[in-house]
Each structure stands twice: as structure tokens, then as C-alpha cells.
């Protein structure tokens, strides 16, 4: 019983006079409520997935597209290095982002939910990882340039400080700078939901587990790496999302070098190879589906919120 | 844990290097904003500090060799669209939160449908989004297209923030109110809404955050008129200046504007409904 | 005027509420009694329309109400938590029903106020009109509640557990206030509780509840004095429950001893399954030298010790099956008697105070099935 929209439901099953019949009509009243989400999310987001499913076995040529089914795109793809490549790199940078954004991002994490008491402090903390994130993506994108090259801001403070002789070329416009950028910018989605999981653990069980002798270690692996796992999911999949779908910061930061299967849906697109880039896309979109169905099969998301 | 010292400072450490991490390069964008102009480039050395590129946003200087930002039409449009988003999204998240809060078969189904909008890459919907346009013979337009994948984008994170708050709500004020003769309706006006308007605030600017600095799925989904990012983008290729990030900063300080906004709307309306009938804050 | 007709509820396959059926008179104060689980608060949140029956049906008044949502039944319901609202004042939470019925909304500000006020002063909290719910304490907090339900003049009042959230004292007083306000509204109310004293102190009526079943629906003295079934015996925590089997010369064998069974007791055949119970302060405790008349029931027991609780005294005797007996006795009638610990006596009561029922083959059965 929930909204007018039910209550005229069960207005009309008064006709029938049955516990059955109100409980049928009240599901509907349900169904109600979930149709425009429903319908939306079918037509605008399933159907464009489909269409690019569709359109990948299209017959393309260099001037004209049309609907006669074909898998030449996809041999292709297959059979050309640089687009295997693309490939690899794009699997391989995903995996070092992902990594290191747990390795940097976990202990921030659990530094915040854990170790500061304060709720206060807690929000301030992490509203500041979430603060650089109301500047725009692009622009921060480009803030590293004169980070990161040879007459950069780190470049400019090594030589200072007298760490290194000569400026690190290799900073910028490589693979590096894409990796230290995409960690930068989506480090944040890891830290927020395990920071969220670690904040819910109940103190006592680590005091508990203290008094039975537990070294911290050990209160680590079987306590607190356990129970912020869905947030590790979370995290992961979130990250995964940004870091697959990237191409505006391999774009930027190593001057179009570094070509992610991202990039090459836009250049394709910016050619009207609308059956290529489609099927980019359904190799992304595999990618992104075997490790979201992975994820979750660790953790019932569910059951979390 | 918290008394383990040695841990303790080396997290805190940890914490503070990768905060320094996190807004160096807003440190440096801030920096080279003062860039001197026209000639000033967007790297190091600053050849002396100036307020110059802040004027030249706003078209305060005498033309120059560098185009002014083609930013003004494109922020309303960002803007718009943010907030439209914001409110259609909120709008879709609490109804179908609400329809969850009563078992359904198929719940399953549709929970995975929804989340599956922040599950996709931007660069796949905006694809998906522009080849079905083509195909149905629809135009790319930034109040069309792009305002339908920004929903699909911002709607899952609506629903799930109502979806959490909805299961730490006590519907036994609701049941009271019921039994006193008011109607479901009125119910959820006079008395859950109040209640749940925290979550709703927060999942209206998660929305509109989400949509005014979307890039990806905009870029393929729209047409000729562009929302900011893709203005932005644009100038990418072609040279950068440091007008660009005196912009970078000014919606920096911007974003810092709305967030005291928030906070301040926050405090009043926690204050209205108390923490008795929602058990946790969502900040 | 509510009638309660083979309602049945199932949760997972388990069934809360059993083809349970009552008929409530208009105007009367009644007490449900039962344990946890034994479907109270589903039965009351069927009456409220706050969930739909697998079977059966609730009428109020000749209406069948299965198909009239809850906000149109016109039942008040006073939760157990109170389900204040926490974001408006006393005054509003009281006038909220007044300001936003659907059927008879009050525009008239001045008429509202009247009748908040006039229900405000019949619960005594005239002063806190102003207050916000959080300032208020456990037992303002249920007076709040109760003038929130009252004020829109219910046909009936549902209470659960009402008493449960309050001291031993603000519970006697709040006992005295639930029955002068039910005097003098003349509304009918149906208290839930799980405390055996206030369901025999609350209604004209108490109904025993065990496992979605009526075990016993009565006058608080008739439950109290003649619990029909060993269960309502044990709920009621006032008696000494033993089981045998009858010997046929009106006796029953119970593994404390031979129980003389009252005189009025059918003769049963001999090896009939029994539970027998006696109430504990109709026991007197006796020395084993002292005689034991024809009309007198005995049993021996050994002294432990007595629980002291203002004017009653509760004396704890073993028996020879090891359990434990109870023994009350009221010092404003008698002088404190003094017992030895570890001595042998015998507790002594009029045979005819004892209450045999009858086993059911088929209980009997899964008893044994379950010592097997």
C-alpha cells in the first residue's frame, strides 16, 4: 500500500472481495511504479546495447554502411595487430590502474573508516576526496601535463631537491602518464565504498578479537579485509567502468601514443566506421560483463544496501 | 585498533601523501592560472603572475591571438541538463525505490536492470545511443539524446541511495498515520517524505554532479550544440591555455559554493527529521 | 461488534495465526495474553488492514473489512514503539489525524485545537502541547500516542503491548489511567501483552493466545482460577504443574509422589494420562509429623529457600522428582513462617483445589516419539 496509484487499484478490487484478489491488485499497483524506470532503462539503454551488438556484424565499406549481416569487422579485427594490441594495452592498463588504486586507495580507506573516530572528521575527509571531483574531469586531465613533463612541476621539485641530475622524460607522454593519471582521477571510487563497508564494522569485534590475542594481522585478514569486501567489489566494478570506457586521458597524456580500444571507437566513429567501433564496443562490453558477473558472485550486492 | 600507534601514523601519513597526490594537480592548475598573457603557455615557468586569463574569460582584455573559451552557451546548456537530470533521475529512483520496499517477483530482474546504467562505459551508451538514433532517423541533440543517457547514467545512483535509506526507514510512522485515517497518499507527503528528504537531497546532487561534468556518453549522443565538457574537449587538440584552468578554478571555487549550500540545507532538514525514523545520515 | 472469523496467517510455510475466531462487544476492554510467537501482534495487525489474512475474515460492525484498506477501517492502533512522528511537535503528531483524514478532514483550526487540547488534558499532558517527541520521556511519549489515536474517536482501539516500554511504577499508573480513559470514552479496546498480571488486571475479557490457537477466552478470574488447559496454567505462572498417570481410585502417580486428585474428578480408568496443577498459594506447608486429613492432598518436599517480595513471600521447596515446587504466601494474612533449610516437610492443600485435564492420546504419543 503505497501510493494513490495503488490505493485506486484497490478501490477496483473491492468488486472481488478476496485477500487474493487485493494482493494481486496491490502488485500491480507496484508494477506501476516500477514501468517508466523499467521501460526507460529498456529503450535507452538495452536497445542502444543491442543496436551496437547488431550494427558490429554490419557490412561496412570506406563510404558506405548497410544492414547485410557479415563478420568481417570482427575478422578484422582479429587479424590486425595494432587492433590486438590496442587490445592488450587496454587489458593490461586496466589491470595496473585497478591495482594500484587498491594499493594506494585501500589504507586511506581504512585509515578513514577505521582509525578516525569522528564522524565529522570522517565526512570532511571524505567529502576532500570528493572535492577535486567538482572540477571538471577534462581539465583536471590536462593539469598533469605540466605535472608531468620535462620541464613539469615533479620534474622542476626532483631536480631541486636534488633527487635526479636530469629531468625523467619518461613521465609524460607514455603509458605512465595515462596509468598515473586514470589512478588519480578514480582513486576516489575505491576509497568511498570501502571507507563506507569499513566505517560499518562493529568496533567490538575488533576488540573481541584483541582480547582472544589476535595480532593485527591476523584481526586484518579474517576481520577487516572480509567485511569491506563489497566495498572492494564496488570499487572495482566502479573503477572498471571509468578505466575500460577511457580514451580522454590516454588522449591527453600521451599524445594519442597510447591507443585504448576507448580510442579507437572515437576515431572510428569520427570516420563514420560505425561497424568497427561497434565492434570495439562488444568487446568491451564483454569484458566489462565476465568481470562484473565475476564480482558479484563474491559478494550479494543486494543484500548490502 | 586505534591504539596501535605505530599503524595509526602510518596510515595517517599514507592519508596525507595521497591527499597530496590527489590535489597536486589542482594545486599546479591553480598556480599556472596566474599565468602572465597572451604569451603565457600552460606550463613552468610563470613568467610573472597575473590575473590576466580570469579577465580574458570573461572578455575583459583587448582580442588577442588566443579565441576566448566558447564556454558561455555551452554552461547554461550544462546546467539545464544537469538539472533536469537531477530532477527526472530523483524522481525515477524514489518511485522505484518505493516499489521495492514490498517484495515483488522479478525484483531481482529489475534491480540488476536498473544498476546496470552505471555498470555500462560512457564510450558504449553514447555509441549505443547514437547508432540507434541513426537508425530510428531521430536527430543527436544535446536536449534529446543526451539527456536520455544522462538519465540512464544518474537514475541507478538515485535509486540506489533512496533504496538505502528506504530500508533503514521505520514504516511504523507510516502504519500510525494509516491508522488514523489518512490516506497512503497524504501519508507519504505529510509523513515519509519529510522523513526521507535527506536521502532525496543527496541522491539530487550525486545526480546533478553526474550530469554536469559528463563527458563520455555525451560526446557520441549529441549534436551540434555542446554541453560543457564537450566544449572543453573541444579545445583539447588544439592548443591549451591558461584560460582554461582560471576556468578550472573558478568552477572549482563554484563547487565549493554549492557544497556549503548543500550542507546548509542538509543541516536544516536533518534537524527537521530527526534521527529517529532514518537511522543513518548519507552525507 | 468485531468478529473474528477462522483467520489464518502463514508465514513461510509456518502458520502465525491458526482459524483463530473471537467476537468482541462494543464497548468492552480486552486482554490478549500469550507468549512471543504465539501470533498477538499478527492478529492485531490483521485487524488494522496493516496485512492481509491467507483465510478467514475480520467484519467490524456486520462490514467485512478484507478488502477495506487500513487507513479507512477507522481502528486506531498504538504500536509499541509509539511510532511518534518525529519531525512535528505533541500538538501535531495529536492533530495530525484531525487536519489529514481522508474521508472527514477538520479545516476549522479552532476546532482542532479544541479537541487536541480537550484530549491533551484527558492524558494530562495539557503543558507539553509545544514540546518536540524527543524531549519527551517513555511514558509522555505513550500518552502522546494514545491522544493521537483517541482524538479521532476509533470505533476501536488496538494496543500493543502498550506497558511494555515502561517502569514497574509508570506501568501500575499507567494500568489505572488505560481503564479510567476506556470508562470514560466507552470505547472498545484490545490490549496485547505478554505480562499475565496486566491481562488479568487490564480486561473484563482475557483471551489466551498460544501458536495462533485460542487456548482460553474468559473473565480474568474464571483464566485465573479455572485455566482450562495446563497451558493457560503456565502461562499465568501462578501454578505447580505436574503430569501422571491416574491410578483408577481417584489418585494420580506423578513422579514427585501419589497426588490425591479432587473428589469432583470423573473416575477415570486406571493409566490415563494426566497434567495436574495446583495454584501456589492455596499450599500449606506442614511438618511430616502432622496428620493429613481425608479431603487433604500431600506431597513431600524439601526446603530450599524463599524469595521475599514486599507482602508475599515465596517459599521454594524440591520435590522428590527433583523439581522444584513453588509455595506463596501472603504475611498480611498470616505470621511468616520459618523454615529450615534442607528439612524435610510436606506441602499440603484441600484436594478439591487441584485441577486434572485430560492428555490427548495423541500428545501422548509425541512425547513419547520425542524421548525415543
Redesign the interface.
Known amino acids: 500500500?503505497?501510493?494513490?496509484v495503488?490505493?485506486r487499484a484497490?478501490q477496483t478490487?473491492?468488486k472481488?472481495?478476496?485477500?487474493r484478489s487485493?494482493?494481486r491488485q496491490?502488485?500491480a499497483g507496484?508494477?506501476m511504479?516500477?514501468a517508466?524506470?523499467?521501460i526507460?532503462?529498456?529503450l535507452?539503454?538495452?536497445?542502444?546495447?543491442l543496436?551496437?551488438i547488431y550494427?558490429s556484424f554490419w557490412t561496412q565499406t570506406t563510404f558506405s554502411i548497410n544492414s547485410t549481416l557479415t563478420l568481417d569487422n570482427w575478422v578484422a579485427f582479429f587479424s590486425t595487430p595494432t587492433y590486438l594490441d590496442s587490445l592488450l594495452t587496454t587489458v593490461e592498463l586496466w589491470f595496473v590502474t585497478l591495482a594500484l588504486i587498491f594499493v594506494?586507495?585501500y589504507?586511506?580507506a581504512?585509515?578513514?573508516g577505521?582509525?578516525v573516530?569522528d564522524k565529522t572528521v570522517q565526512?570532511s575527509?571524505?567529502?576532500?576526496?570528493v572535492?577535486?571531483?567538482?572540477?571538471?574531469?577534462?581539465?583536471?586531465v590536462?593539469?598533469?601535463?605540466?605535472?608531468l613533463?620535462t620541464?613539469?612541476?615533479v620534474n622542476?621539485i626532483l631536480l631541486k631537491l636534488g633527487l635526479i641530475r636530469q629531468p625523467i622524460e619518461a613521465l609524460l607522454f607514455t603509458q605512465y602518464s595515462v596509468v598515473i593519471g586514470m589512478v588519480?582521477i578514480y582513486?576516489?571510487f575505491m576509497v568511498g565504498p570501502v571507507a563506507f563497508m569499513v566505517s560499518r564494522i562493529d568496533?567490538s569485534l575488533?576488540e573481541a578479537a584483541r582480547d582472544l590475542g589476535a595480532s593485527?594481522a591476523r584481526?586484518f585478514l579474517t576481520i577487516i579485509l572480509p567485511l569491506s569486501l563489497p566495498g572492494i567489489v564496488v570499487g572495482s566494478?566502479?573503477v572498471s567502468?571509468?578505466v575500460?570506457?577511457e580514451?580522454?586521458t590516454p588522449?591527453?597524456l600521451s599524445g594519442d601514443k597510447v591507443n585504448l580500444l576507448?580510442n579507437i571507437?572515437?576515431t572510428q566513429?569520427g570516420s563514420l566506421k560505425?561497424a568497427f567501433?561497434?565492434v570495439c564496443?562488444v568487446i568491451?562490453?564483454v569484458l566489462?560483463a565476465v568481470t562484473?558477473v565475476a564480482l558479484l558472485r563474491i559478494v550479494n550486492?543486494?543484500r548490502e544496501? | 585498533m586505534e591504539r596501535q600507534p605505530v599503524l595509526r601514523g602510518l596510515l595517517t601519513g599514507w592519508t596525507g601523501l595521497f591527499l597530496v597526490f590527489l590535489y597536486s594537480p589542482m594545486v599546479v592548475l591553480a598556480i599556472l592560472s596566474f599565468q602572465s598573457g597572451p604569451e603565457g603557455g600552460p606550463q613552468f615557468p610563470i613568467e610573472h603572475w597575473s590575473i590576466y586569463w580570469y579577465r580574458q574569460l570573461f572578455n575583459l582584455v583587448p582580442a588577442s591571438s588566443v579565441a576566448p573559451l566558447p564556454l558561455g552557451s555551452a554552461l547554461i546548456r550544462s546546467l539545464t541538463l544537469a538539472l533536469t537530470t537531477m530532477v527526472v533521475s530523483t524522481v525515477l529512483g524514489t518511485i522505484t525505490a518505493q516499489a521495492f520496499r514490498r517484495h515483488f517477483r522479478g525484483s531481482g530482474v529489475v534491480f540488476y536492470l536498473v544498476v546496470l546504467g552505471m555498470m555500462v562505459p560512457g564510450v558504449l551508451v553514447g555509441l549505443g545511443m547514437a547508432l540507434t538514433a541513426n537508425y530510428i532517423g531521430l536527430d543527436r541533440n544535446w536536449c534529446s539524446t543526451v539527456f536520455l543517457v544522462h538519465v540512464v547514467y544518474t537514475y541507478p545512483f538515485a535509486f540506489l541511495v533512496m533504496l538505502a535509506i528506504f530500508n533503514r526507514f521505520d514504516r511504523s510512522v507510516e502504519e500510525a498515520a494509516w491508522s488514523l485515517g489518512v490516506s497512503p497518499i497524504t501519508t507519504f507527503r505529510r509523513i515519509t517524505f519529510p522523513l526521507i528528504f535527506p536521502g532525496v537531497l543527496s541522491s539530487m546532487l550525486f545526480a546533478f554532479t553526474l550530469s554536469y561534468d559528463e563527458f563520455p556518453r555525451t560526446l557520441f549522443a549529441s549534436g551540434g550544440d555542446l554541453t560543457l565538457p564537450l566544449a572543453i574537449y573541444g579545445t583539447f587538440s588544439v592548443e591549451i591555455h591558461p584560460n582554461l584552468f582560471a576556468f578550472g578554478v573558478l568552477t572549482t571555487l563554484f563547487s565549493f559554493a554549492l557544497l556549503a549550500v548543500y550542507a546548509t540545507l542538509m543541516t536544516l532538514s536533518v534537524r527537521r527529521a530527526r534521527r529517529v525514523a532514518v537511522q543513518e545520515e548519507i552525507a | 461488534m468485531l468478529d473474528i472469523h477462522s483467520l489464518t496467517k502463514r508465514y513461510g510455510g509456518e502458520a502465525a495465526l491458526d482459524g483463530l475466531s473471537l467476537s468482541v462487544a462494543e464497548g468492552a476492554y480486552l486482554s490478549l495474553l500469550g507468549p512471543s510467537g504465539s501470533g498477538k501482534s499478527t492478529l492485531l495487525r490483521l485487524i488494522a488492514g496493516y496485512e492481509t489474512p491467507d483465510e478467514g475474515q475480520v467484519t467490524l460492525d456486520g462490514r467485512n473489512l478484507t478488502t477495506v484498506p487500513a487507513h479507512e477501517r477507522g481502528i486506531g492502533f498504538v504500536s509499541q514503539g509509539f511510532a511518534l512522528f518525529p519531525h512535528l511537535s505533541v500538538f501535531e503528531n495529536v492533530a495530525f489525524g484531525l487536519r489529514y483524514h481522508a474521508r472527514a478532514p477538520l479545516r476549522d483550526g479552532a476546532e482542532v485545537r479544541r479537541r487536541v487540547m480537550e484530549t491533551l488534558e484527558m492524558v494530562g499532558l495539557t503543558d507539553y502541547a509545544q514540546r518536540q517527541i524527543q524531549q519527551l520521556s517513555g511514558g509522555q511519549k505513550q500518552r502522546v500516542a494514545l491522544a493521537r489515536t483517541l482524538v479521532v474517536r476509533p470505533r476501536l482501539c488496538l494496543l500493543d503491548e502498550p506497558l511494555g516500554a515502561l517502569d514497574a511504577n509508570l506501568r501500575q499508573r499507567m494500568t489505572l489511567e488505560l481503564r479510567r480513559i476506556h470508562a470514560a470514552l466507552g470505547i472498545t479496546f484490545f490490549h496485547v501483552t505478554g505480562n499475565e498480571m496486566e491481562a488479568l488486571a487490564m480486561g473484563d475479557r482475557v483471551v489466551v493466545l498460544d501458536a495462533g490457537r485460542i487456548l482460553q477466552a474468559d473473565a480474568p478470574d474464571i483464566v485465573y482460577n479455572k485455566p482450562k488447559s495446563i497451558a493457560v496454567a503456565r502461562f499465568l505462572n501462578r501454578y505447580n504443574l505436574f503430569s501422571g498417570r491416574t491410578d483408577g481410585r481417584g489418585g494420580i502417580a506423578a513422579a514427585a509422589g501419589l497426588i490425591a486428585g479432587p473428589s469432583t474428578a470423573d473416575q477415570r480408568q486406571a493409566s490415563d494420562f494426566v497434567d495436574f496443577c495446583i495454584r501456589i498459594d492455596k499450599i500449606r506447608v506442614q511438618t511430616e509429623a502432622e496428620a493429613i486429613g481425608p479431603s487433604q492432598a500431600a506431597l513431600p518436599a524439601t526446603y530450599i529457600t524463599s524469595e521475599f517480595s514486599g507482602a508475599i513471600i515465596t517459599h521454594l521447596f524440591r520435590l522428590a522428582d527433583d523439581r522444584v515446587a513453588e509455595v506463596e504466601d501472603h504475611l498480611s494474612h498470616r505470621r511468616p513462617a520459618e523454615y529450615a533449610a534442607g528439612q524435610r516437610y510436606r506441602l499440603v492443600w484441600p484436594r478439591d483445589e487441584g485441577l486434572v485435564f485430560p492428555v490427548s492420546a495423541a500428545v501422548v504419543e509425541a512425547a513419547i516419539r520425542r524421548a525415543a
Do not use: N
Open positions: 500500500m503505497s501510493t494513490t495503488q490505493d484497490v478490487a473491492r472481488a472481495g478476496s485477500p487485493l494482493a496491490q502488485a507496484q508494477w511504479l516500477l517508466p524506470g523499467v526507460w532503462m529498456v535507452c539503454l538495452v536497445l542502444p546495447m543496436m551496437m550494427v594506494i586507495g589504507p586511506v581504512v585509515f578513514i577505521l582509525f573516530r565526512t575527509l571524505l567529502v576532500l576526496c572535492v577535486p571531483f567538482w572540477t571538471s574531469f577534462l581539465i583536471r590536462l593539469a598533469w601535463r605540466p605535472m613533463g620541464d613539469g612541476a622542476i588519480q582513486v576516489v568496533r575488533i593485527t584481526i566494478i566502479f567502468v571509468m575500460l570506457g580514451f580522454a588522449s591527453a576507448g571507437i572515437v566513429v560505425w567501433a561497434s564496443g568491451l562490453t566489462m562484473v550486492l543486494r544496501i
